[in-house]
């Protein structure tokens, strides 16, 4: 079970893992893998999105690995994984390093429910149809994320949607100028943009120190690579029972794309719109987030599969 920790202003520490593990996917990419909590509990994989890392799911660790196998990777090049080849960024990719970390930390035939946050999220809708998703996942959660139209449809710049709009929204997300330190007009503009407008300082602050951690070019490529995203018909192929959440204030991934999974997903157990709510829905609404991945446990894993 994790262990908590305070640092020296009484912030709790992050969780620390009880096992550590390197998987090797498809390309020879090592991706870094953290396994929290009791053995044999219900397992629970965490996949997070575009500039972050396995800390942005502290909360969700926090609060599951007291009686869940929670398993949170490093997508390549953030966090702890190494930086991919320059050819190592696509949607392929994404779907490689999931099923190597399923296979790497599941044993054959293990259940589990997966929840993925933005480029986390479009690594299930990737994976879907795949031989270890499918062996694996028991259900799923999609969290602010959307599978096309990424770019077309962002809020993050206030003009009227059209070409003008897309082309400066793709500038913006695909420049190559460096975030440096986390300053107070840092965490300003990066709340404008990723998270609701009423955040708690100190949830603006925690996203800050995960989104400027991003290298550079990890960052880039993997902007050019949601700049061009059409996974509509992984959508179709996730044939698990899949919840959607979303934050009203989304501007990264507005509402119109949780609502257009919630009609296209074939089986769809709901899609929880969080009022006020930005884009980092599980740093900005912890418990709301944690409780969905819990009710998915307690509904889609058999009996069996929870007292394994």
Known sequence: MSRLLQRGGGEPAPPVATRELT???????????????????????????????????????????????????????????????????????????????LTTALEPGTRAVLAGHSMGGMTLMAAAGRPKFTEHAAAALLCSTGSSRLVAESLVLPMRPGAVRTRLTRAILGSRAPLGPVTPLSRRILRYGTMGPGSAPERVAECARIVHACPRPTRVAWAHVLAELDLDAGVRELNVPTAVIAGTADRLTPLVHARALAAALPECVGLTELTGMGHMTPVEAPEAVSAKIRELVDVHLKPEEKAA
């Open 23 to 101: 998987a090797v996917s498809a390309d020879g990419a090592r991706v870094h893998v953290e396994l929290y909590g009791p053995e044999g509990a219900p397992a629970v994989v965490l996949s997070h999105g575009w500039t972050c890392s396995t800390q942005f799911w502290t909360a969700q660790i926090r609060d599951l690995a007291a009686d869940h196998r929670v398993i949170a990777y490093d997508q390549r090049g953030h966090g702890r994984s190494p930086a991919a080849s320059k050819d190592g960024h696509s949607t392929r990719a994404l779907a490689d390093d999931l099923e190597a970390v």
